[in-house]
């Protein structure tokens, strides 16, 4: 099992990124994927979760509103849109499935929400 994150940055406050996470090594279109992050000092703290066909999702407290999960089975990939982007959402943002009861997780990304 193989994620891998793309498309963090420098962003200042207001603004928006969208991540996305490509996967391999399993059955992408039968698995939930979720968004972690992980602020400095902070621990590690669940942003978003989709499940495998996407109908359903769910989010954090802190972002519900303003981020949007989603997911490509043709193309394996999940992503996440963020818009309003705050200062607190400054963290490493990490792809994360759980697959043959274990859980795995990809390198991470990093946002920074800076002016």
């Known amino acids: 099992v193989q994620l891998v994150e793309s498309g963090g940055g420098l962003v200042q406050p207001g603004g928006s990124l969208r991540l996305s996470c490509v996967a391999s090594?399993?059955?992408?279109?039968?698995?939930?994927m979720s968004w972690y992050r992980q602020a400095p000092g902070k621990e590690r703290e669940a942003v978003a979760g989709i499940s495998s066909a996407g109908g359903r999702t769910n989010y954090g407290n802190s972002v519900s509103g303003r981020f949007t999960i989603s997911r490509d089975n043709a193309k394996k990939t999940v992503y996440l849109q963020m818009n309003s982007l705050k200062p607190a959402d400054t963290a490493v943002y990490y792809c994360q499935t759980r697959w043959g009861m274990k859980d795995y997780w990809g390198q991470g990304t990093q946002v920074t929400v800076s002016s």
């Open positions: 090594g399993f059955t992408f279109s039968s698995a939930g």
